[in-house]
């Protein structure tokens, strides 16, 4: 099936190649829908002790000493990569611990899409962020790092992350040239407000 290929060395390799051949100017967008989990890690920036992860499909295969969870860490090597190249870089996280047409209406099902701890714990060499006030970067994310990302069941086979089915409705009735901010609150006002998800706050950094 085509989520077979979604490894981790496919991903990464992806994400690298994209760093290779973008240029100076490029608008590059990361999205990402799937699961989301922690790891334990060495790291002393980390006060919680844990790292985030997105989830391949081959997580399942990871042991120990054969860690399969991408972590925050490796990620942030990638979005470094690019900002060095001089792009644009928009990065959408809809996955748990990660940062519509809702209508007011709570779907017929709600579940999280959050993982246990992966096992093992990394000793991985500390990565600089990007500055937070970088004006060529901008993450979107689905909730708080401390917190669950829910998908919802519409029925007739149609199942998104709440988060994105809310990110598409307030960009489909945003004007042309309205600030990220202000669409960032409404699409914040319809997962807390609308969709009844529960504790899911989405973040903007």
């Given at each position: 099936?085509?989520?077979?290929?979604?490894?981790?060395?496919?991903?990464?390799?992806?994400?690298?190649?994209?760093?290779?051949?973008?240029?100076?100017?490029?608008?590059?967008?990361?999205?990402?829908?799937?699961?989301?989990?922690?790891?334990?890690?060495?790291?002393?920036?980390?006060?919680d002790?844990?790292?985030?992860?997105?989830?391949?499909?081959?997580?399942?295969?990871?042991?120990?000493?054969?860690?399969?969870?991408?972590?925050?860490?490796?990620?942030?090597?990638?979005?470094?990569?690019?900002?060095?190249?001089?792009?644009?870089?928009?990065?959408?996280?809809?996955s748990?611990?990660?940062?519509?047409?809702?209508?007011?209406?709570?779907?017929?099902?709600?579940?999280?899409?959050?993982?246990?701890?992966?096992?093992?714990?990394?000793?991985?060499?500390?990565?600089?962020?990007?500055?937070?006030?970088?004006?060529?970067?901008?993450?979107?994310?689905?909730?708080?790092?401390?917190?669950?990302?829910?998908?919802?069941?519409?029925?007739?086979?149609?199942?998104?992350?709440?988060?994105t089915?809310?990110?598409?409705?307030?960009?489909?009735?945003?004007?042309?040239?309205?600030?990220?901010?202000?669409?960032?609150?409404?699409?914040?006002?319809?997962?807390?407000?609308?969709?009844n998800?529960?504790?899911?706050?989405?973040?903007?950094?």
């Amino acid at each position: 099936t085509e989520d077979d290929v979604a490894t981790r060395e496919r991903i990464l390799s992806e994400l690298n190649k994209l760093v290779k051949v973008s240029e100076a100017g490029d608008v590059v967008v990361i999205y990402y829908f799937g699961h989301g989990s922690r790891i334990k890690t060495k790291s002393k920036t980390e006060v919680d002790s844990l790292d985030e992860t997105i989830v391949p499909c081959d997580a399942w295969k990871g042991t120990d000493k054969d860690i399969r969870d991408i972590r925050d860490k490796e990620l942030l090597k990638i979005y470094n990569g690019l900002l060095a190249k001089g792009v644009h870089l928009i990065v959408i996280f809809d996955s748990c611990h990660s940062g519509g047409t809702a209508r007011g209406l709570r779907p017929k099902k709600m579940v999280s899409r959050e993982l246990e701890i992966a096992p093992g714990i990394v000793d991985d060499p500390e990565v600089n962020p990007p500055p937070v006030d970088n004006p060529n970067i901008l993450f979107l994310m689905a909730c708080r790092s401390t917190q669950s990302a829910t998908e919802s069941d519409w029925g007739n086979n149609t199942v998104s992350g709440a988060y994105t089915s809310a990110l598409v409705q307030g960009l489909s009735y945003a004007p042309v040239n309205e600030p990220i901010s202000d669409i960032f609150e409404s699409v914040r006002s319809i997962v807390i407000d609308r969709m009844n998800v529960g504790n899911q706050e989405p973040e903007i950094l």
